[in-house]
């Protein structure tokens, strides 16, 4: 990809193929939902759709926020698929930068490298997909 340096991280072909099951799980779910709906909606569908697929998930999986060697508390992820993938939903108007700090701050934390932002509230899921690499 251009202007990615070589020390960019780029994810293996299973951790790419879990991503792509989440995205197909995403949408058979925006497919029979659509848009309009509460998060909480979005987040029990593609529960359900994990299991149907056969994807290993946590959800609501805790994330540990440390400072200078101290426990703060926790975050909490949506979905960890694979104990790899970070999987945070919304359902807004617009994505915003915020919504992208709060994942790469959850791959940081979690000292992870791929992260799918996914925005439900989209009349066609595929434009409220952002696939976020931390290098």
Do not use: C, T
């Not at 703060?72 to 700090?101: N, S, T, W």
């Not at 992870?112 to 925005?119: K, M, R, S």
């Amino acid at each position: 990809m251009a202007g990615r340096s070589e020390e960019s991280f780029e994810p293996s072909r299973e951790l790419d193929a879990l991503a792509q099951g989440v995205i197909g799980a995403a949408i058979e779910v925006h497919k029979h939902l659509g848009p309009g709906y509460l998060e909480s909606l979005y987040e029990e569908g593609l529960g359900v759709e994990f299991e149907i697929r056969g994807l290993p998930f946590q959800r609501q999986a805790s994330v540990p926020v440390i400072y200078k060697g101290h426990a703060l508390g926790e975050g909490r992820v949506d979905y960890l698929v694979g104990k790899e993938l970070v999987v945070e939903l919304k359902a807004v108007e617009m994505l915003a930068p915020i919504h992208r700090a709060q994942v790469i701050s959850y791959l940081k934390a979690l000292k992870l490298h791929l992260a799918l932002l996914i925005n439900f509230n989209v009349p066609v899921l595929k434009s409220g997909i952002v696939r976020i690499i931390r290098s």
